[in-house]
């Protein structure tokens, strides 16, 4: 499993978590229970899935060992995703950049934004 994953957050979800220092959860983690994550290696797949057609997207990279709560479980094809049960810290955000994910779902990084630690 990855010491880290990604969390695709709109511009007001990364402002709240920014002034906040905590996250919740967007309405889909709410109602599931636990905040979804993608591995590296599934990113682009939930951008394409969930997020095509979007310009006001934030991609969080989160460190998975500064968290407590996580579990590896099956979702998409079998696939193991990371679900973090109970709340996102700021201070688990190693990295975040401004996303456009292209209609046809690809994804395209607009520019780096500041982490503060």
Do not use: C
Not at 40 to 64: N, S
């Amino acid at each position: 499993m990855s010491p880290t994953a990604y969390k695709i957050l709109t511009r007001g979800e990364w402002q709240s978590l920014n002034a906040e220092g905590t996250f919740a959860g967007a309405p889909v983690d709410l109602a599931d229970g636990y905040i979804h994550l993608s591995a590296p290696d599934q990113v682009a797949e939930t951008a394409a899935k969930h997020f095509a057609g979007r310009d006001d997207l934030v991609l969080a990279e989160v460190d998975l060992t500064k968290l407590e709560g996580v579990k590896w479980e099956p979702s998409r094809g079998g696939q193991l995703f990371p679900h973090v049960y109970g709340a996102l810290p700021f201070s688990a955000v190693i990295r975040a950049q401004a996303l456009w994910v292209t209609g046809d779902g690809g994804m395209e990084i607009v520019s780096s934004l500041e982490v503060k630690s």
